[in-house]
């Protein structure tokens, strides 16, 4: 067939056009406004999700939706892939409009969402915006689903993260809290309902923007967001990371990970450094991230929420290439005792293990769930319960190591209840266990001397009589934890398709 040279010909001037007007809505703010923008060591919108994906992997959608005099909307987004799985992103751009969301920009971020959940591929936000342009009041549009609506249908189907580049506010904050994973960049990530100058014109406090919304509420006190890093660089490296742990849906198991994926230290080994790590005597603290360290595969424990609820650690890592969430208690945080933002992160984490079917381990060494009027005004019986519930209804493989003392509501909550669908239960030697210490609880009770004594010995007496239950599988060398866990898991695990976890209840 002969090319005909004149359709040829009438292409070019349209084909010119769409160059023109792709490049356009390319250039973000225009070439002065990001160069300014960068001049601060900060990552533009579109360098981020290139920093995030593949190299060039991005297909990008919408580029072209709204107004052409705002590039893209303020709002980048497509798809991509991450170590050669799928994933959609969007990425709020400051350098246009302060990166408020327009009209096109929620349709874009909609889109995003929905895509994700037809294509059971994970989901990254970018935030750094002022929420709803103050504009789209003087627009008038049909109803259609809202972003947020289709990010809350994501929940427990595929994994989303959200990383905080800078200040956002509204709306578009509250992908955030809709979110799996948050990460906030320290000294520009800020999250709030509204921003300083709305506070100010409502209530009357005046309040920058980090005391407002910034790491010291967001991470630390309130736990909207989980991890705070150092520079865009590192966020989009910790969110590439964590992906790593987990399927891609929840239609999926989570990957192994061996030597073709960089993880040479997969095998079996003792564990001697325990024996020096861990004290017998239950009133000396001890780094349960030590532990993890030298429990996991080598330079493989990413902990979540590192600096909230601190009393309890929730990390990812890999053991014989397998992914494991590990829930620990904290000794050198009030001896590792339950309190409410520990039991809501743990929780949290737990559901979130659960839905993508992820093996979880508890260390336990606690003296219960936080005692005290303080702890009760807080709710710690509704936390602790949220949390106990959590670990029942797992049913991913379910591991428990006491690792010292564990007394009370403190040992359920972290797993230790007798034929609760465990894959496996273990203790080590130097075990003090009870409902409460039994001192206390003797003279509570106002029971005879001898009483006391018989149940200060039994409590004393480690887990021997509990092992004679089958209370626990096994009494085991701290040195041959790693190699029974390993094996634990090789035995568990399963190859079978996964459908996603249904949740029946207030508590989910």
């Known amino acids: 067939m002969t090319a005909n040279t004149e359709n040829g010909a009438d292409w070019q001037p ?9 490049a356009a809505a390319r250039a973000m703010g225009g070439a002065e406004k990001v160069a300014r923008y960068r001049a601060s060591g900060r990552l533009d919108a579109r360098a981020r999700v290139a920093g995030l994906l593949d190299r060039e992997s991005f297909v990008e959608l919408g580029v072209l939706a709204g107004d052409p005099a705002v590039p893209a909307d303020a709002f980048v987004a497509g798809s991509g892939s991450i170590d050669g799985r799928p994933v959609m992103v969007g990425a709020e751009d400051f350098t246009v409009a302060g990166g408020s969301i327009g009209t096109a920009a929620a349709s874009k971020r909609a889109r995003s969402a929905q895509l994700a959940l037809r294509n059971r591929t994970p989901l990254v936000m970018m935030l750094e915006g002022a929420g709803h342009r103050a504009t789209n009041a ?15 249908d994501l929940s427990g189907l595929v994994p989303t993260v959200t990383i905080v580049t800078g200040p956002s506010a509204g709306h578009g904050a509250l992908a955030a809290p809709l979110s799996d994973f948050v990460i906030m960049v320290d000294g520009h990530g800020a999250l709030f309902t509204a921003g300083p100058p709305l506070v100010a014109a409502s209530t009357g406090e005046q309040v920058d923007k980090q005391a407002l919304g910034g790491p010291h509420v967001a991470v ?11 520079s865009d660089e590192a966020a989009l490296a910790l969110a590439r990371r964590y992906l790593s742990y987990f399927p891609s849906s929840a239609w999926q198991r989570p990957p192994w990970a061996g030597p073709d994926a960089g993880n040479h230290d997969v095998g079996e080994r003792a564990l001697s450094e325990l024996l020096d790590l861990i004290p017998v ?6 780094d349960m991230r030590a532990v993890l360290d030298v429990l996991a595969d080598a330079g493989t424990v990413t902990e979540i929420q590192p600096t909230y609820g601190t009393s309890i650690i929730t990390a990812l890592v890999r053991l014989g290439g397998h992914t494991v969430a590990v829930v620990a208690n904290q000794p050198t945080v009030m001896a590792g005792a339950v309190t409410v933002a520990a039991a809501d992160k743990a929780a949290s984490f737990l559901q979130l293990a659960g839905a993508f079917h992820l093996p979880v381990l508890f260390l336990a060494d606690n003296p219960g769930v936080m005692a005290g009027s303080a702890s009760e005004k807080a709710g710690i019986l509704k936390a602790s319960a949220r949390m106990f519930a959590a ?3 797992l049913r991913t493989p379910k591991f428990h190591v006491t690792v010292r003392k564990a007394f009370g509501f403190g040992s359920s909550v972290m797993g230790m209840n007798p034929y ?73 695990a399963r190859g079978d398709a996964v459908e996603p976890v249904a949740h029946h209840g207030y508590l989910r």
């Open 14 to 22: 349209l084909l010119k056009r769409l160059a023109e007007r792709k």
């Open 138 to 152: 003087l627009e008038r549009n049909r109803p259609a689903p809202n972003d947020l609506q289709a990010m809350a």
């Open 220 to 230: 630390d006190a309130s736990g909207v967001a989980h991890n705070l890093v150092e």
């Open 281 to 286: 005597n239950q009133k000396r603290p001890y």
């Open 391 to 393: 670990q029942h209804r």
């Open 420 to 492: 609760d669908n465990q894959t496996m239960t273990l203790a080590f030697p130097a075990v003090t266990l009870g409902g409460i210490p039994a001192d206390v609880g003797g003279r509570t009770a106002k029971e005879d001397d001898e009483t006391r004594r018989a149940l200060v010995e039994n409590e004393s007496s480690g887990p021997w009589a509990l092992a004679q239950t089958l209370f626990y599988d096994d009494v085991i060398d701290p040195q041959e934890l790693r190699n029974i866990l390993i094996r634990g898991l090789g035995a568990s």
